[in-house]
């Protein structure tokens, strides 16, 4: 299937428009007309090689929002018209013990992610949701509760489920005094979800001009990382925090605001940190970890809960064809909070 894209021709050029092939159904697939799709950090670094493992030509996108357009002989709970969504991973073994436990993520033969990732079956390189049409293994396209606003949801398939999967796997609620590092993508899904399942919540930021932000996300409290006094006073005072800073970062400061048997959990970034002491662990027998997106049951479950208590991600929709300008605008921090592209758009591109 011939569909029109945007892709990434090299790291330092911008996105253009380009052909792409899409497979042809494989007995279990589904073929998905995307409506929108939202951008991510990712999409930036995976499109300019920051990490150093880009695959060229790329179609960057994993925030897919779609309806099925076709489905294979042997799908069985997907009909023509169906609202999807696709995340961050089209594919795994579906046979290992974390496929079964339904932490796909963890797929002890590797995970098939949607952009720059491999095929399992044909080995080709894998093509994300800047287009207008993609082909999918139905298990991994899920279902859309009919309450979804669908043209606000796309980012709940990656900055959603990441901050919800640490939430509900750490038995984050009611009395859970909850902290949460940085108010960006990540950061402000943590704190309106936070907020729903009836955390005490804490934003935690370098900046104390995001105060009024996160107060208006629904936080309770805003900790300015900056004053040593309100960060001395607030030693010991958090249950769990959710640490959505991109980039690497002194962990010490914030260690010292869990509570006896209090857990920091990464989510942000994916470099080497500095060192940590272990006797601030130790003593307090505090944890750091990480967690890495969701489960598709996981992704599920936040899908329902977002439909039923209305809680969405802040969105900008743009067109696709301005997709440069917000990569630029993402770099200055200059968005609340998140772009999501009307892939309608793509119709002038094809004119």
Not at 106 to 112: I, K, S
């Amino acid at each position: 299937m011939r569909t029109l894209a945007y892709a990434a021709l090299s790291a330092g050029t911008p996105l253009q428009p380009l052909a792409i092939d899409r497979r042809a159904l494989r007995a279990d697939d589904v073929a998905i007309d995307i409506l929108y799709c939202g951008v991510c950090h990712s999409d930036l670094h995976q499109a300019r090689n920051d990490w150093g493992s880009a695959r060229y030509p790329m179609v960057p996108g994993h925030e897919i929002i779609g309806r099925v357009s076709a489905v294979g002989p042997a799908v069985k709970g997907l009909k023509v018209g169906d609202a999807v969504g696709v995340g961050c991973m089209v594919d795994s073994c579906q046979d290992c013990d974390q496929c079964h436990h339904g932490e796909e993520q963890f797929c002890r033969h590797g995970v098939t992610m949607t952009y720059n990732g491999r095929d399992r079956v044909s080995g080709e390189i894998t093509q994300g949701g800047y287009s207008r049409a993609m082909v999918v293994r139905e298990a991994f396209a899920i279902a859309l509760p009919p309450a979804l606003d669908l043209a606000r949801a796309a980012p709940l398939l990656c900055a959603g489920i990441t901050s919800w999967s640490p939430l509900r796997r750490h038995g984050a609620g009611p009395g859970t005094r909850l902290g949460v590092i940085g108010l960006g993508g990540l950061g402000h899904m943590a704190v309106k979800l936070g907020v729903a399942l009836g955390c005490e919540v804490t934003l935690v930021t370098g900046s104390a001009g995001k105060a009024e932000d996160a107060r208006a996300l629904g936080a309770h409290h805003v900790l300015v990382s900056r004053d040593a006094e309100a960060m001395k006073a607030a030693t010991a005072s958090m249950d769990l925090i959710l640490d959505t800073v991109p980039v690497s970062h002194d962990l010490k400061p914030y260690v010292k605001l869990l509570d006896v048997g209090g857990r920091l959990v990464i989510v942000g970034a994916l470099e080497e940190m500095p060192p940590l002491d272990a006797g601030l662990l130790v003593r307090g027998r505090k944890q750091v970890g990480g967690s890495l997106i969701g489960g598709i049951a996981e992704t599920a479950e936040l899908l329902a809960f977002c439909a039923e208590n209305g809680i969405y991600p802040d969105c900008e929709q743009i067109r696709m064809q301005d997709i440069d300008a917000a990569f630029e605008r993402m770099e200055r921090a200059d968005v609340k909070y998140r772009f999501v592209i009307d892939m309608r758009s793509l119709q002038e591109t094809a004119g």
